[in-house]
């Protein structure tokens, strides 16, 4: 019999990244929610409603974006570091650790970047 699934057992780390991604998640969902019903309540116009409600929502999924990204990889680098207890070559396992710090900075400077364009 498989024993059930706690995140309890999991290290400390694995949970604050986690709980970082919910977070994140739950900051998108209460700012669409109050900004939608505010916006929608207001007195403008409906196209103006809408222009303003399609940029909130584009300006909360990139931050969203972003934050769940940096907390997937510290995840992620948390899951390799954890793999140096199977055994495996040093030198394998830091030459994956650079790689994944390098792909951790070029993810958010992707976005940066994407953000930054659409902005100007």
């Known amino acids: 019999m498989v024993p059930p699934f706690s995140p309890l057992a999991l290290p400390p780390r694995f949970v604050a990244c986690w709980a ?3 977070r994140s998640c739950q900051s998108f969902v209460r700012s669409q929610c109050f900004f ?8 403008a116009s409906w ?5 303003r409600l399609g940029r909130r929502h584009y300006a909360d999924t990139l931050a969203w974006a972003y934050d769940c990204t940096d907390a ?7 899951a ?5 207890g199977l055994g495996l070559p040093d030198d394998w396992l830091a030459l994956w650790l650079r790689f994944d710090e ?3 900075r070029a993810l958010l400077a992707g976005y940066l970047a994407g953000v930054r364009t ?3």
């Open 20 to 22: 970082a991604q919910l």
């Open 118 to 120: 659409t902005l100007h």
């Open 72 to 78: 997937g990889c510290r995840l992620h680098h948390e």
């Open 102 to 104: 390098r792909r951790h």
């Open 47 to 51: 196209p103006d409603k809408l222009g």
């Open 80 to 84: 390799l570091v954890s793999l140096s």
């Open 36 to 43: 939608t019903g505010r916006v929608l309540l207001g007195p």
